[in-house]
């Protein structure tokens, strides 16, 4: 196997003409990889997408290929897939008021251009589910922008379907997760086009590190949620005092440990299946 790409959290391979994604037990939080791996995080990522994966092919085309036809070393945590010409664009879709969303509302009354009720506070239901995509940026943190500059970088055709798709895909996943007792606050899907043109969800779907969330039992808006992702870890950092700049800080054991059992938890709620690391 070629190493092609090392991510902040995921290591590409090229295998046999295939595309290898494997996920590391590495966290990132503000686009700053931290030092000290979760265990089992990149298994829980992998094993997550993959049933969500196989649940929701009926709403768009992924890029699998296997999740067992991988080498015995990566087993549990790679998935053999399609190579991708990808999209430049993070489809991030929010049900809930919350994070970077919540702060541009606070400025403008509007994420990412689409306007919202006046008075909505942290963790509010919206409406409807809104398409706030970002930037996809190398280096640095993603920015906000619009439906029309998506438009303006990939057509109208193709970003209208973009919007679409990442609207139903949420709408399935957060359907399901209700009924399971969980909140998808927001969430965010990466997409790209195959040999034939086909547009193709890529990377990874509803899992503790693309999306929020929240124990609906506890949801309360005006307040700070539970969160079952990697938000926690955020908080954590944040209450270190650091600059949210490289390097990051050692995360102590019990934020290691309590940070895995909310994966765990929602791995378990969602899929019905025991883990087994």
Request: hydrophobic share 40%; with cysteine.
């Given at each position: 196997m070629e190493l092609v790409h090392s991510g902040k959290v995921r290591d590409?391979?090229?295998?046999?003409?295939?595309?290898?994604?494997?996920?590391?037990?590495?966290?990132?939080?503000?686009d700053v990889p931290l030092p000290t791996p979760i265990?089992?995080?990149?298994?829980?990522?992998?094993q997550l997408?993959?049933?969500?994966?196989?649940?929701?092919?009926?709403?768009?085309?992924?890029?699998?290929?296997?999740?067992?036809?991988?080498?015995?070393?990566?087993?549990?945590?790679?998935?053999?897939?399609?190579?991708l010409d990808m999209i430049g664009v993070e489809c991030i879709v929010r049900g809930y008021l919350t994070g970077s969303?919540?702060?541009?509302?606070?400025?403008?009354?509007?994420?990412?251009?689409?306007?919202?009720?006046?008075?909505?506070?942290?963790?509010?239901r919206l409406p409807e589910p809104i398409f706030t995509p970002t930037t996809k940026a190398t280096e640095g943190h993603d920015e906000f922008i619009t439906f029309d500059d998506v438009v303006a970088e990939i057509g109208v055709d193709t970003a209208k379907r973009l919007r679409e798709l990442s609207i139903e895909v949420y709408r399935r996943g957060a359907e399901h997760a209700a009924s399971r007792g969980i909140i998808i606050a927001d969430t965010?899907?990466?997409?790209?086009?195959?040999?034939?043109?086909?547009?193709?969800?890529?990377?990874?779907?509803?899992?503790?590190?693309?999306?929020?969330?929240?124990?609906?039992?506890?949801?309360?808006?005006?307040r700070t949620q539970h969160s079952f992702d990697k938000q926690f870890v955020r908080d954590w950092s944040v209450s270190t005092g650091w600059d949210k700049t490289a390097p990051g800080p050692e995360i102590?054991?019990?934020i290691v440990q309590s940070t895995r059992q909310r994966y765990i938890d929602v791995f378990e709620r969602i899929t019905e299946q025991a883990w087994q690391s």
């Open positions: 590409l391979y090229t295998d046999r003409g295939d595309l290898l994604l494997v996920a590391s037990d590495r966290v990132s939080v503000y265990p089992d995080k990149g298994a829980l990522l992998t997408s993959a049933w969500w994966f196989d649940r929701l092919a009926d709403v768009v085309p992924n890029h699998v290929l296997s999740t067992t036809d991988v080498p015995d070393e990566f087993r549990g945590r790679a998935i053999r897939c399609k190579r969303g919540l702060r541009e509302y606070q400025r403008d009354g509007a994420v990412s251009g689409v306007a919202l009720p006046d008075g909505l506070v942290e963790a509010d965010k899907f990466e997409f790209g086009f195959d040999a034939d043109g086909t547009l193709t969800l890529a990377d990874e779907i509803l899992t503790s590190d693309s999306s929020r969330f929240w124990p609906a039992d506890e949801w309360r808006p005006g102590p054991d019990d």
